[in-house]
Nanobody
Framework: QVQLVESGGGLVQPGGSLRVSCAAS????????MGWYRQAPGKQRDLDAT???????NYKNSVKGRFTISMDNAKNTVYLQMNSVEPEDTAVYYC????????????????WGQGTQVTVSS
């Protein structure tokens, strides 16, 4: 019913920048919130940042001042601009959306993307 597709991952040098994107499509009535999570090898999936449809943002302490989350409501797309990246930022980055689905009333459902690999290395 709802699909999330991430893009923009890749290899970046320490101190560099990278932007990842996530586009939501399908039977979407509205999106309440979108967020970015990371999962490093052998570790749990961890929240990096979220943004509401009204533009309210929330960041994990370790990415504050380096990462910026933004959302294009018209395109149902969320972005994560990653600056001053560090080797510790290496992970698979997952997008999550809280969606009100067409034809299912006001219930909200969580959807995940397939993930995009970000590797920070020289």
């Amino acid at each position: 019913q709802v699909q999330l597709v991430e893009s923009g991952g890749g290899l970046v040098q320490p101190g560099g920048s990278l932007r990842v994107s996530c586009a939501a499509s399908g039977s979407i009535s509205s999106i309440d919130l979108m967020g970015w999570y990371r999962q490093a090898p052998g570790k749990q999936r961890d929240l990096d940042a979220t943004i509401t449809s009204g533009g309210i943002t929330n960041y994990k302490n370790s990415v504050k001042g380096r990462f910026t989350i933004s959302m294009d409501n018209a395109k149902n797309t969320v972005y994560l601009q990653m600056n001053s990246v560090e080797p510790e930022d290496t992970a698979v980055y997952y997008c999550k959306a809280i969606v009100v689905v067409l034809g299912r009333g006001l219930a909200k459902f969580a959807y995940w993307g397939q993930g995009t690999q970000v590797t920070v290395s020289s």
